[in-house]
Structure formats: structure tokens, C-alpha cells
């Protein structure tokens, strides 16, 4: 499976480090939980809520650039 990594802007708070997993089925994206609890304490929200934020938004430029989605 091949890896990637991608960093993702959240609403000028910060940003996210997400890893990319290529597959034959497709990609999967996951938060770096390191960067997202820093962000989260930062913005005052609970960790699994920026981890969302961070894996839609990554989602999103991925599927923006034609790649099929897990």
C-alpha cells in the first residue's frame, strides 16, 4: 500500500498533517493524531471533532484531484 502525506488548513486556526494510504480499492485518509489534539487544544474543541474537520477536508482536495475514495 502506497503512503503519502498531506497537510490540510483548518479555517486559519492551523493545520493538520494527514496521512494519504493508496490501495487498490481506492484511498483512505487518518488524521495524525499529534497535530490534531495540539489543534484541538488551540481551538478549544473536543480532538475527535478537528480529527473530522481534517480527514473531510482532506477528502475533499483528494476527491477534487480524481481520486476514488474508501
Known amino acids: 500500500m502506497k503512503r503519502n502525506e498531506l ?3 483548518l ?3 492551523g493545520s493538520v498533517r494527514v496521512k494519504v494510504l493508496e490501495g487498490a480499492g481506492g484511498v483512505r485518509v487518518k488524521p495524525e493524531y ?3 489534539l495540539e489543534l484541538a487544544a488551540a481551538m478549544g ?3 475527535l471533532q478537528v480529527a473530522r474537520m481534517a480527514q473531510r477536508r482532506a477528502e475533499t482536495i483528494l476527491g477534487e484531484k480524481g481520486y476514488k475514495l474508501l
Open 45 to 47: 474543541l473536543p480532538a
Open 11 to 13: 479555517d486559519d486556526a
Open 34 to 36: 499529534g497535530d490534531v
Open 7 to 9: 497537510t490540510v488548513l
